[in-house]
């Protein structure tokens, strides 16, 4: 069983950045590949980036390649999405998801655990 909590969304001008934050409990977080998905209203869930259990490999939605960097802390149990350049497209809730084993998917119903979700709002 993994927990995740989501932390670090807000309110952004067109242009700022913010970096989320998604703490996991257990011990086993480097067992998993973890990913970020986001939800606007009114739209289903999309894929945003993942990240391999190594962090070793990386990958990007299209709408957000060049901007957004993902990342993890193993030793922290923590991941990361750093989003620079931010648009008011990016206005969604973003959710931290967690798959076990060692290479991510791109479709949420690949993975196991999900967190609550926090909510970003950039405005023009």
């Known amino acids: 069983q993994v927990q995740l909590v989501e932390s670090g969304g807000g309110l952004v001008q067109a242009g700022g950045s913010l970096r989320l934050s998604c703490a996991a409990s257990g011990r086993t977080f480097s067992s998993y590949a973890m990913g970020w998905f986001r939800q606007a209203p009114g739209k289903e869930r999309e894929f945003v980036a993942a990240?391999?259990?190594?962090?070793?490999?990386?990958y990007y939605a299209d709408s957000v390649k060049g901007r957004f960097t993902i990342s993890r802390d193993n030793a922290k149990n923590t991941v990361y999405l750093q989003m620079n350049s931010l648009k008011p497209e990016d206005t969604a809730v973003y959710y931290c998801?967690?798959?076990?084993?060692?290479?991510?998917?791109?479709?949420?119903?690949?993975?196991?655990?999900w967190g609550q979700g926090t909510q970003v709002t950039v405005s023009s």
């Open positions: 990240i391999s259990w190594s962090g070793g490999s990386t």
């Open positions: 998801a967690a798959v076990f084993g060692s290479t991510y998917g791109l479709g949420y119903g690949e993975y196991d655990y």
